[in-house]
């Protein structure tokens, strides 16, 4: 079974373009969450969509966004980079039955300049 | 506010001994804690979970022990091999969140 697909994998923007990062989950997993990691930051959590419906959200700006289509895939988007964007952004998905175990992707490499 | 904390940024181990990551959190909500794995250029991999009705969680070399009063869990390793070299994440939920709050990570160097 193929694991969490992300893409591109890195990723250079200038301040103020806006950026769309992609997640692909497992097959059959149908919650999808999205994480900033920074140094020293540990990893934030971004928002959590499970069917289409986004169920909880962390304390980000409305700059950050995201959705889930159908076939569970999902998106999620910065617009006006700011310098302090530049992260490593994690998707991870789980599936339910399996306890609370959420599987990542490799990451998404964005730097800002 | 970080509600979960990993005070120890870096821990060294020699070789075929014991390996104790401390994770302590602030949040008596919390029901659920679970233990990452990562490595450079990799996303995060599952080791071991324990659920707040139990103090304690075996999987081959790697034991949770939970202690709830303390808020306070720790990740046992025995024995640490080179290969287990890498950042570890304590993270934690509560019930009917959907979101997992993540420490900021030890690194740990073992040492052959």
């Known amino acids: 079974k193929a694991g969490v697909t992300q893409t591109p994998r890195y990723l250079i923007k200038t301040r103020g373009q806006q950026v769309t990062l992609s997640c692909s989950p497992i097959s059959g997993h149908r919650s999808v969450s999205w994480y900033q990691q920074t140094p020293g930051q540990g990893l934030q959590f971004l928002f959590e969509?499970?069917?289409?419906?986004?169920?909880n959200k962390g304390n980000f700006p409305g700059r950050f966004s995201g959705r889930q289509f159908s076939n569970s895939r999902s998106e999620m988007n910065v617009s006006t980079l700011e310098l302090g964007d530049s992260a490593l952004y994690l998707c991870?998905?789980?599936?339910?039955?399996?306890?609370?175990?959420?599987?990542f992707g490799a990451g998404t490499r964005l730097s800002v300049l | 506010d970080q509600q979960v904390k990993q005070n120890s940024p870096s821990l060294s181990v020699q070789e075929g001994r014991i390996s104790i990551l401390n994770c302590d959190y602030t949040n008596s909500m919390f029901d659920y804690f679970l233990w990452y794995k990562k490595y450079p250029a990799e996303g995060p991999t599952f080791l071991i979970s324990?659920?707040?009705?139990?103090d304690k969680n075996e999987d081959g070399r790697f034991t949770v022990f939970l202690n709830k009063s303390a808020k306070h869990l720790s990740l046992h390793i025995v024995p640490s091999q080179p290969g287990d070299s890498a950042v570890y994440f304590c993270?934690?939920?509560?019930?009917?969140?959907?979101?997992?709050?993540f420490g900021t990570g030890t690194r740990l160097k073992v040492l052959a």
């Open positions: 324990i659920s707040s009705i139990k």
């Open positions: 993270a934690a939920s509560s019930p009917g969140t959907y979101k997992y709050i």
């Open positions: 991870a998905s789980s599936a339910p039955g399996q306890g609370n175990i959420q599987y």
């Open positions: 969509y499970f069917s289409e419906t986004q169920r």
